[in-house]
């Protein structure tokens, strides 16, 4: 599995794709290098945007200002920067809410 972390100056970007209006706030998995991602939130007004910040920050025990969206506001691909953060720690956080 292609990581869908990569090391960006002090810290991590994350490669992910957002699917909003699920039923539920969940990950689908890695797919081609890009973690892909489920939300409730509605794509209108940046509230999925928010959505997507705020389950990343909860999934990896982060607060929301170390993670910034800085790339993919308007479209379901994004790329998050993890703040002052080590790609392989996200990675195998990242496995371990994979296989469990």
């Not at 292609?2 to 970007?13: H, N, V």
């Not at 039923?23 to 081609?32: K, L, P, Y």
């Not at 993670?67 to 920067?81: A, Q, V």
């Amino acid at each position: 599995m292609e990581s869908p972390f990569r090391p960006y100056k002090s810290g991590a970007l994350l490669h992910l794709r957002v699917t909003p209006n699920a039923s539920r706030d969940s990950i689908e998995g890695c797919v081609a290098g890009m973690l892909r991602l489920k939300l409730r939130a509605i794509p209108a007004e940046g509230a999925a945007n928010a959505a997507c910040v705020r389950y990343l920050s909860g999934l990896f025990s982060l607060p929301k200002s170390r993670l910034e969206m800085i790339r993919g506001e308007k479209s379901r691909e994004k790329w998050i920067l993890f703040k002052e953060a080590d790609p392989s720690v996200l990675n195998q956080q990242l496995d371990k809410i994979l296989a469990g």
